[in-house]
């Protein structure tokens, strides 16, 4: 295995704007993996460091939203909306949609947020993008227990179909660093982006079925979900306790449309590359 540093260019490394293919960018950044191991621990680190309540604070803000929107949609309007439990099925929802959610806002700040750093040393751009979204990915995994007390307070199950979660997981994370790819380097050229992006974002989560089922939404519209990635891997997330959410027509065309993103991502990211390097 070749041994890489922040100053290292394995497979002569330039920073020109030049046709890299894709499959010698990732394989580039996977030679990097040892580096991108260390960015994201001290990620971590840094986030849970001199915080006695680090880790809730990890889940607070989707916890917190949840049980407002519970309280909202249960207590006050008495609608029956996703499927009961359904504050499981609400946090389940709301804790992956933040991960999207704060994932984006993050790897489209990642070069500018580490300017420094991405100015002085060789390795792959790319690899800032993929920090955040694997960062916030595992703050992720860390506030699963609370989707695992939940489900034992209504004892509630895991169906056989929780064998898809990784692969929402992997969903999620693509569709982040897909979308890093094409903001990231946008977002230092075009400094209006900051505020567009948390408006977007916004009007995405209710555009999801993240407060509601799929099955939820007028059969007129169903068709208009299946376009919508996000909803693919929220409803194989939720397929461990709910089998009935999956819309296997929106995974179908979640995986194409990621990977349309991440073709456009890799090609947006590399011409804009060169010009980054020098606003920054």
């Avoid at 880790?55 to 996703?82: A, C, E, N, Q």
């Avoid at 380097?185 to 989560?205: A, C, K, Q, S, T």
């Amino acid at each position: 295995m070749t041994s890489v540093s922040l100053r290292t260019r394995p497979g002569g490394f330039s920073t020109s704007s030049g046709a890299i293919p894709v499959i010698k960018r990732v394989r580039r950044v996977w030679d990097y993996r040892r580096i991108l191991t260390l960015l994201v621990h001290r990620d971590l680190k840094v986030r849970y460091a001199g915080s006695f309540l680090g880790y809730i604070w990890t889940i607070l803000d989707p916890l917190l939203m949840s049980l407002v929107f519970w309280f909202m949609f249960v207590k006050i309007l008495h609608r029956h909306v996703g499927y009961q439990p359904y504050i499981l099925f609400l946090v389940m929802g709301q804790l992956i949609m933040h991960w999207f959610q704060s994932g984006v806002s993050g790897t489209a700040k990642a070069l500018r947020s580490e300017a420094q750093m991405v100015r002085s040393t060789s390795v792959p751009r790319e690899l800032w993008v993929v920090r955040v979204a694997l960062s916030k990915g595992f703050e992720y995994v860390y506030s699963l227990p609370v989707v695992a007390l939940f489900a034992i307070a209504y004892r509630k199950t895991p169906s056989v179909d929780i064998v898809f979660f990784p692969f929402a997981m992997l969903l999620c994370f693509m569709l982040i660093v897909s979308l890093g790819l094409i903001l990231s380097g946008l977002n230092v050229l075009v400094r209006d982006l900051d505020r567009l992006i948390p408006i977007v974002l916004r009007f995405l989560f209710y555009c999801s079925p993240v407060l509601y089922s799929i099955q939820d939404v007028p059969a007129s519209l169903r068709g208009f979900i299946a376009y919508n990635p996000i909803a693919a891997f929220l409803s194989l997330s939720r397929a461990a306790f709910f089998p009935q959410e999956i819309y296997w027509r929106s995974v179908g065309v979640a995986i194409v449309t990621i990977s349309i993103l991440f073709a456009v991502g890799v090609w947006t990211f590399t011409r804009c590359e060169r010009q980054v390097l020098k606003e920054i």
